[in-house]
């Protein structure tokens, strides 16, 4: 029988998130220099070895640029939401619940990047198997719970403007905490295989953490996939179209002067995460494919590996713009972080022309009556 040896030495995200396409099973022989630790492809058709091996200089090179600027924007962003929201706005609107919620996600997903950047630049893992386990599940966890926060938060902001009167019962901060732990909840739940199965190994005189999946087909890894898929794009997505589409419908009918900002900033929300979540949700399913035999194809195969390191690369970002999305384009989060400043680094002239008194209070419940809550459709979305 001929294999397809994938002997790819590319980017550490494509070695730690990508625990789909290089996987060792229980039941296959150990890892040896031919193989490069990576998984085998059955093609019939094949009479010869395909490889697909990328530029080792750009990995090595891109990489850990784009990840050391990714962590340093991310920790710093996500960083201050936290300390402005903990420190100034004593957390209890059910917003900034989830805003808070969001940005320690966010924190946990950076803290997998600057291991990522020593395993670019020395191709192997140093760090033990312990912190192997933790990193990947970091990671996974901070991905889970990213998805999940802005997908409750923009359930928030439905029921704020579209369902008021319902709004008034639930949007408190004991749900808020309720739903947040839930939350986490599932997302630790979700990562678990990548707690059991991620493990530190030796391969070819090096170290690399890699899953290591019970049982000889391919079954996990494609669970593992399709688990990404469903649970951190396909519902997170539908429920953003549908909230936001409603939302939208709302606004349209209101009359005041953000009304067009609020807008925007919907349009926004959900470009930003479908541009920057479909295209490695899109690779995944195409990697799925693969593991099925669907794609058997030697030049396809080189193209969705490569297509699956960028598209990952990709996805990072979208840690680093969640802060700006959802905090600091709030005229409320401003508002804080104005005083934070003025407090404590005298940063005054930032704020000389913000005037507290013409803002509106965005936690205060949403009227019954359309006349009075049309000021609160644009605060609940600002």
Same mark, same amino acid.
């Given at each position: ?79 201050? /939401? ?114 059991? #199965? ?134 409320? #989060? ?12 005298? #940063? ?19 009227? /019954? ?7 609160? #459709? ?5």
């Amino acid at each position: 029988m001929d294999y397809l040896s994938t002997t790819l030495n590319s980017s550490p995200l494509y070695n730690i998130y990508n625990s789909f396409h290089r996987t060792t099973d229980a039941m296959s022989p150990a890892p040896n220099s031919s193989s490069n630790y990576y998984e085998d492809y059955y093609y019939p058709e094949m009479a010869s070895t395909c490889t697909t091996e990328h530029s080792k200089y750009f990995t090595s090179m891109f990489f850990p640029v784009l990840y050391t600027v990714l962590f340093v924007t991310g920790l710093v962003g996500n960083a201050l /939401v936290v300390w402005v929201l903990l420190a100034f706005k004593k957390v209890g609107a059910m917003t900034d619940i989830y805003l808070l919620n969001l940005a320690i996600s966010d924190l946990l997903f950076v803290f997998s990047l600057p291991f990522l950047v020593q395993y670019s630049l020395v191709s192997q893992w140093t760090f033990g198997n312990a912190m192997c386990k933790i990193v990947s599940s970091a990671y996974f966890i901070g991905f889970y719970s990213s998805s999940f926060f802005i997908t409750i938060m923009s359930i928030d902001r439905y029921l704020a403007i579209v369902r008021s009167v319902y709004a008034l019962r639930v949007r408190t901060s004991a749900h808020g905490v309720i739903a947040s732990l839930a939350l986490w909840a599932v997302a630790i739940l979700a990562s678990a295989p990548d707690l059991i #199965f991620f493990q530190e190994m030796d391969d070819s005189n090096r170290t690399v953490c890699l899953p290591h999946y019970p049982g000889s087909d391919n079954s996990w890894k494609i669970f593992s996939n399709f688990e990404v898929n469903v649970l951190g794009w396909l519902i997170p997505v539908g429920i953003l179209i549908f909230c936001y589409h409603n939302i939208l419908k709302n606004l349209q009918r209101c009359h005041t002067r953000n009304k067009y900002k609020a807008m925007k900033l919907v349009f926004i929300v959900v470009t930003v995460f479908f541009l920057f979540w479909t295209p490695v949700n899109v690779v995944l399913f195409l990697d799925s494919m693969r593991s099925m035999h669907i794609i058997d194809d030697c030049q396809a195969s080189q193209k969705l590996d490569l297509a699956l390191e960028l598209a990952e690369a990709l996805s990072f970002v979208h840690c680093c713009l969640n802060p700006i999305i959802y905090a600091f384009v709030g005229e409320k #989060f401003k508002k804080y972080l104005c005083e934070a400043f003025g407090k404590y680094a005298r #940063f005054l002239l930032t704020c000389n022309n913000y005037s507290v008194f013409h803002r509106h209070k965005l936690d205060r419940q949403s009227s /019954v009556h359309m006349g009075s809550s049309q000021s609160s #459709f644009v605060g609940s979305v600002l």
